[in-house]
Nanobody, 115 residues
Framework: QVQLVESGGGLVQPGGSLRLSCAAS????????MRWYRQPPGKQREWVAL???????NYADPVKGRFTISRDNAKDTVYLQMNSLKPEDTAVYYC?????????WGQGTQVTVSS
């Protein structure tokens, strides 16, 4: 089993920045790709960004150029740096880990972008 704990969410004004963290614990050996997803209010969960164990990254079009995903394998932690935030970025953000063909999810952290 893999446990994922997100942190770093909160209320921020448009144009502001936040950094989300996702700490993995438990059976972490073999974790490959890690992803961030988000679920805006009243909408379905959507993929935001991914990073492989080797450091390759990919982003959803709405966040390209504004969000940066990174990981510290020594700390078993993945980050999502979010800049130039917009009201439409408001959502619950979830961390996802793929390990040996199984997906694991965190509990989510709320990000609200509002003036």
């Amino acid at each position: 089993q893999v446990q994922l704990v997100e942190s770093g969410g909160g209320l921020v004004q448009p144009g502001g920045s936040l950094r989300l963290s996702c700490a993995a614990s438990g059976s972490i050996f073999g974790i490959d790709t890690m992803r961030w997803y988000r679920q805006p209010p009243g909408k379905q969960r959507e993929w935001v960004a991914l990073i492989t164990r080797g450091g390759s990254t990919n982003y959803a079009d709405p966040v390209k150029g504004r969000f940066t995903i990174s990981r510290d394998n020594a700390k078993d932690t993945v980050y999502l740096q979010m800049n130039s935030l917009k009201p439409e970025d408001t959502a619950v953000y979830y961390c996802n880990a793929l390990r040996l063909g199984n997906h694991y999810w965190g509990q989510g952290t709320q990000v609200t972008v509002s003036s």
